[in-house]
């Protein structure tokens, strides 16, 4: 099995496939389906993700606190965002209403880059606990808050704005933690491929029962489900080696996840929709990550990852 800080395990390719998932999230793909077979899908596996990459960098995380350098894995979180921030203020710049909203949009984050801030609380929170008792009784705290909030919302209990129950906090945080606390188990289990199978499916049987909560399609992005699978999906991943440059696929992965609603947007501006907007968004993206990726040209993938 790979060690800790091997990159030469599916981890990293795995990235890229999950970063492609989150495109067919935003554009729907496939387009067609009936709403229980999307609702599997968009609300169901594609939402794996989020939590896999929260759960990647959490496992990682452990070593650099232990070489002294969690500190700069926030800043350079932090630094990523208002980059990434700047490149989209473009985009929802003139929606700003206030003051106020400016600066929720500004914590929260725009559309998909409230994963980094996130990833930014997981990692301050770990440094703060430090010890693997109070990281996971806060993690599971923060897991069901977020839940509970997610129910009330769907179920029509009460009206909570989203930046208020999916956050850094009670998404992005128990997953960063659930990663870092794999990284410091003495030993990981050997998983085999029916384990994974087995979570998938309580993905999708969960995201249908969310579907009945919801009385229909609605955004699901806790589920307790995720917990079981995202874990084994990343220890399977890890078990299965080859020979390819990890460190440059995971940068493009990420350049993906970044890039991928300014492209929606260029997208939707030519006319495109549904099936063939999703691909050209996933074709495009994947391209520009990949010429990105060329020798003379990853300084500047790994200064926009």
Not at 195 to 202: E, K, Q, R
Request: hydrophobic share 60%; net charge positive.
């Amino acid at each position: 099995m790979p060690g800790t800080n091997d990159r030469n395990s599916a981890i990293d390719p795995m990235r890229m496939g999950l970063a492609l998932s989150v495109i067919a999230l935003h554009t729907g793909f496939p387009d067609g389906l009936s709403g229980q077979a999307q609702q599997v899908l968009i609300n169901g596996l594609y939402r794996l993700a989020v939590p896999v990459f929260a759960l990647i960098s959490g496992f990682f995380f452990l070593g650099a606190m232990r070489s002294g350098r969690g500190a700069g894995f926030v800043w350079r979180i932090l630094s990523l965002y208002v980059m990434w921030m700047v490149v989209y203020l473009p985009i929802y710049g003139p929606d700003l209403s206030s003051v106020g909203h400016a600066a929720q949009l500004f914590f929260f984050g725009y559309f998909q880059l409230w994963f980094l801030p996130g990833l930014a609380v997981g990692a301050l929170l770990v440094m703060a606990l430090r010890g693997r008792v109070a990281v996971a009784i806060a993690a599971l705290a923060c897991a069901v808050v977020g839940l509970v909030l997610q129910w009330a919302v769907l179920s029509g209990r009460a009206t909570i704005q989203l930046d208020f129950y999916r956050n850094g906090l009670l998404v992005i945080f128990p997953f960063f933690a659930t990663g870092w606390l794999l990284a410091g188990a003495d030993r990981l289990p050997r998983i085999r491929g029916h384990w994974v199978a087995l979570a998938l499916a309580g993905v999708m049987a969960e995201s249908l029962m969310w579907y009945r909560i919801a009385g229909g399609g609605f955004g699901v992005d806790s589920m307790a489900s995720l917990f079981v699978a995202a874990p084994l999906v990343f220890l399977a991943a890890r078990q299965v080696g080859g020979d390819w440059d990890g460190k440059r696929i995971a940068s493009m992965a990420a350049f993906v996840y970044f890039i991928h609603i300014l492209i929606m947007i260029t997208a939707s501006r030519f006319g495109l929709e549904g099936n063939a907007k999703a691909i050209f968004v996933m074709a495009v993206s994947a391209a520009l990550a990949w010429w990105l990726g060329a020798p003379r040209r990853r300084p500047v993938l790994s200064l926009l990852t």
